[in-house]
């Protein structure tokens, strides 16, 4: 008979404890997948710095090339490469997309640039590389908001806050992005 006394607050005890460790557990699921999915952006940054020496080595070929975009390449990828937090990747990252994008729009004046299948491919390969960037940016910022929802929702919310977790922060593009680069000649 005394076991059933101390079974009317060994049950509700058990029940709040069951439910802080699946709150637990269902945060830390959503704070890896966001890891992961940052993780993702990044292999795919990566890839693209890996593609543009080669770039800016065909383009050198061009004999009138403007070598001051060239330079601002190098830069911004050497500024992306030492990057070590998400926000100055992400600084680093809008670098080199302005950077590219000014290559990208001056090569149309070099009929033998554009001539060059080095370059066509590699241009072709950089094209695919920006829409996996953009892809998974996309599945990045999902995960995010997966998870801020989490820490934001009641109950869950309560676990959060007690044992740290932090909201992130989504990838927004740079102001100005939307709309096209403006290159003269």
Sequence with gaps: MNWKKHLYWIVPVAVILLWIVLSYNSLVKSEVEVDTAWSQVQTVYQRRADLIPNLVEIVKGASDFERSVLTQITEARSRWQNARTPEE????????????SRLLVIS????????????????DELAGTENRVSVERQRYNEKVGEYNIKLKKFPSNIIANLFGFREKEFFEAKPGSEEAPNIEF
């Design 89 to 100: 990747q992400v600084s680093a990252t809008n670098n080199l997309e302005s950077a590219i």
């Design 108 to 123: 149309e004046n070099y009929p033998e640039l554009k001539s060059n299948t080095n370059f066509l491919a590699l241009q």
